[in-house]
């Protein structure tokens, strides 16, 4: 119905740059918030940047300033350029969106990518 494809994902040491890109596909009708969640290994999912379509952007306190969030709403994609990496931002990355599909339009939900690892090395 609604599938997230992340890419972009791998082994960067720290103080390096990575770039993470999510497309959306499937029976869309509508895609509203886009963004980036990370879990970190024994950690819970926490928010990393969300962007609205309307271009509204939040990002979570410990990526201020080093990471960007951008979306293109015609190819219906996020992504994040990640810079100035720390090891404490190793972790699977999962991309998620707020869509109403063409089937349940008025009902728009949460789908979620399958996660793409990031590891920064000390």
């Known amino acids: 119905q609604v599938l997230l494809d992340e890419s972009g994902g791998g082994l960067v040491p720290s103080g390096g740059s990575l770039s993470l890109s999510c497309t959306a596909s499937?029976?869309?009708?509508?895609?509203?918030?886009m963004g980036w969640y990370r879990q970190a290994p024994g950690q819970q999912r926490d928010l990393v940047a969300l962007?609205?379509?309307?271009?509204?952007?939040k990002y979570a306190d410990a990526v201020k300033g080093r990471f960007t969030i951008s979306r293109d709403n015609a190819k219906n994609t996020v992504d994040l350029q990640m810079n100035s990496l720390k090891p404490e931002d190793t972790a699977v990355y999962y991309c998620?969106?707020?869509?109403?599909?063409?089937?349940?339009?008025?009902?728009?939900?949460?789908?979620w990518g399958k996660g793409t690892l990031v590891t920064v090395s000390s």
């Open positions: 962007v609205s379509r309307e271009g509204d952007i």
């Open positions: 499937g029976t869309i009708f509508k895609i509203n918030d």
């Open positions: 998620i969106a707020n869509i109403a599909t063409s089937t349940s339009f008025l009902s728009p939900r949460d789908f």
